[in-house]
């Protein structure tokens, strides 16, 4: 389990369900193997936010719940673009060929993780993003712009991809 304090970089993979060929991960209901109801109900498929009040471990545990990709960020130590880049690409473990700007970041959140064959969804965690002078505001926008393009993507092909995040 995601140990916060210890600001782990972590992915975690879960299987899909054994009738994949015929789940419909992007309507499936949004419920845990036990009946109760997502912590995902009120947030839509594909979309980019604020993490607001979930928890890091409550997200983590609902893509357990839902059998959905996890990727996890803490990008308090990047100060600049390429820190933060870095890291995203460390925490998610990227391709070493990763070549650390926004475009090769588009291409490994859609065109590589679509090439590893069929998705059942991801929940992503960029967990305090810097506010520095070498990350200000328009890097930081950049950077979440390439997510919600990410997102659109996924929804295109009916798989979720939530993605939540903090600044500093």
């Not at 304090?5 to 369900?17: G, I, K, L, N, Y």
């Not at 473990?93 to 475009?103: A, E, I, L, T």
């Not at 090769?104 to 969804?121: M, N, P, S, V, Y």
Request: some cysteine.
């Amino acid at each position: 389990m995601l140990q916060p304090a210890s600001r782990q970089f972590r992915q975690v993979s879960h299987h899909p369900p054994d009738n994949y060929d015929n789940y419909d991960s992007h309507t499936a209901p949004l419920m845990d193997t036990e009946g109760k109801m997502s912590l995902f109900k009120t947030v839509p498929p594909n979309i980019v936010q604020s993490i607001r009040a979930f928890r890091v471990t409550d997200l983590q545990q609902e893509a357990a719940d839902l059998q959905q990709h996890f990727l996890y960020a803490y990008c308090a130590e990047a100060v600049t673009k390429q820190q933060v880049l870095t890291t995203i690409a460390t925490a998610f473990q990227f391709p070493r060929h990763f070549g650390k700007n926004f475009d090769a970041l588009h291409d490994c959140l859609t065109d590589l993780t679509h090439k590893a064959g069929k998705q059942i969804g991801f929940v992503v965690v960029l967990e305090q993003l810097p506010n520095t002078q070498k990350f200000d505001k328009e890097a930081r926008e950049t950077l979440l712009d390439v997510f919600r393009d990410a997102a659109d993507y996924w929804a295109e092909k009916k798989v979720p991809f939530r993605v939540f995040y903090s600044f500093q």
